[in-house]
């Protein structure tokens, strides 16, 4: 039995960890040992253990990413994707984690893989308020928008992998697909698919986008962004959806003033992104894109609440992400009537 394989009983770390070393010992050699081991986090798809990587007196710290959420249908991309993404992004030298390796079956680790380590902080709360972070915040817009353009200048067909996916076929009838699987009718949200859908702006040019590009998914330290992370959510579109994403109210954390990740204004976001070599900005996709954005995290939500009473994800985070819908629900509404920007 893997550690991964459903059970009555959560594999403990220490269990994860065995399989790590063994997993470890078979791809750098029996002279290696893991060390240093901290649980991260478990977010929504992945398991994210941090650990040394020893080998006499050298060691190097590595970070294993585990998925977590198998339930159908998943918004997430499959490990193997994603390492597949961190890859080509790496290539194409953006900010993000040297991809090491993936794990095999006889690793014992379920679907995942290993990626370096690199220092920074993601918990937006720290980012947006300590004084350590202040010169990082002013300069987060421009970098962010450099960074959005470099994704967005990567050859399309460089991730012709992700073209048949259903959110780069058509992002709002997943959204759909999904709100429908869970059961659990809420008439915000379908108010809100019938102004999507009414107001669809066309998609001149598509990219590839990471579809979760956000704080509290990249790891930032005093001198800015050092790597973004979680590429589950990538798929091939309209590279606006990356700007309202990021835009979108709930990634403000409560800095409803400052539209750009609750740090910043969307025109040096903007100047920014155009400045390194993005298309020109289009502010009614990006503002479509937003409201989308809303109506997506508050399925998202509807997902983990669905994962914590049927798909054995106990949490009281995940509990506690019904009440988020409500929020989130409130804040879209707000954006289609024209009371939030």
């Known amino acids: 039995?893997?550690?991964?394989?459903?059970?009555?009983?959560?594999?403990?770390?220490?269990?994860?960890?065995?399989?790590?070393?063994?997993?470890?010992?078979?791809?750098?050699?029996?002279?290696?040992?893991?060390?240093?081991?901290?649980?991260?986090?478990?977010?929504?798809?992945?398991?994210?253990?941090?650990?040394?990587?020893?080998?006499?007196?050298?060691?190097?710290?590595?970070?294993?990413?585990?998925?977590?959420?198998?339930?159908?249908?998943?918004?997430?991309?499959?490990?193997?994707?994603?390492?597949?993404?961190?890859?080509?992004?790496?290539?194409f030298e953006l900010a993000v984690p040297?991809?090491?390796?993936?794990?095999?079956?006889?690793?014992?680790?379920?679907?995942?893989?290993?990626?370096?380590?690199?220092?920074?902080?993601?918990?937006?709360?720290?980012?947006?308020?300590?004084?350590?972070?202040?010169?990082?915040?002013?300069?987060f817009p421009q970098q962010a928008g450099e960074f959005l353009a470099a994704l967005h200048t990567i050859p399309a067909q460089r991730a012709d992998f992700l073209a048949n996916i259903v959110d780069s076929i058509d992002p709002l009838r997943a959204q759909i697909e999904r709100y429908d699987y869970y059961g659990e009718p809420h008439p915000a949200i379908e108010f809100a698919f019938r102004w999507l859908d009414k107001n669809k702006p066309p998609t001149e040019h598509r990219t590839l986008i990471h579809g979760d590009f956000?704080?509290?998914?990249?790891?930032?330290?005093?001198?800015?962004?050092?790597?973004?992370?979680?590429?589950?959510?990538?798929?091939?579109?309209?590279?606006?959806?990356?700007?309202?994403?990021?835009m979108t109210p709930a990634w403000r954390f409560g800095h409803?003033?400052?539209?750009?990740?609750?740090?910043?204004?969307?025109?040096?976001?903007?100047?920014?992104?155009?400045?390194?070599?993005?298309?020109?900005?289009d502010e009614e996709r990006v503002r479509w894109w937003q409201i989308f954005g809303s109506l997506r995290w508050c399925i998202f939500n509807l997902m983990q609440v669905h994962g914590h009473r049927v798909g054995g994800r106990r949490s009281p985070a995940f509990a506690a992400c019904g009440r988020n819908a409500a929020l989130i629900e409130y804040e879209m509404l707000q954006m289609i009537a024209g009371n939030l920007d």
């Open 1 to 91: 039995m893997t550690v991964t394989e459903k059970t009555d009983k959560t594999p403990t770390l220490d269990e994860i960890v065995l399989c790590l070393e063994r997993c470890m010992r078979r791809h750098f050699g029996q002279r290696v040992s893991v060390a240093n081991v901290k649980l991260a986090t478990l977010g929504g798809s992945n398991r994210t253990i941090l650990f040394d990587l020893v080998e006499g007196r050298s060691k190097r710290r590595l970070v294993s990413r585990q998925e977590t959420y198998t339930l159908d249908p998943s918004p997430f991309l499959p490990p193997e994707t994603q390492f597949k993404l961190l890859r080509l992004a790496y290539e």
């Open 98 to 139: 040297e991809p090491i390796l993936e794990f095999e079956p006889s690793d014992q680790l379920g679907r995942g893989h290993v990626v370096a380590h690199v220092s920074g902080e993601t918990l937006p709360k720290r980012l947006l308020n300590d004084e350590e972070f202040s010169a990082a915040r002013k300069i």
């Open 214 to 246: 956000r704080v509290g998914n990249m790891l930032i330290d005093a001198s800015g962004i050092k790597a973004v992370l979680d590429w589950e959510c990538a798929h091939l579109g309209d590279p606006m959806a990356d700007l309202g994403w990021l």
């Open 256 to 281: 409803f003033d400052l539209p750009v990740g609750g740090v910043g204004h969307k025109e040096d976001l903007y100047q920014a992104y155009e400045a390194a070599g993005g298309q020109r900005v």
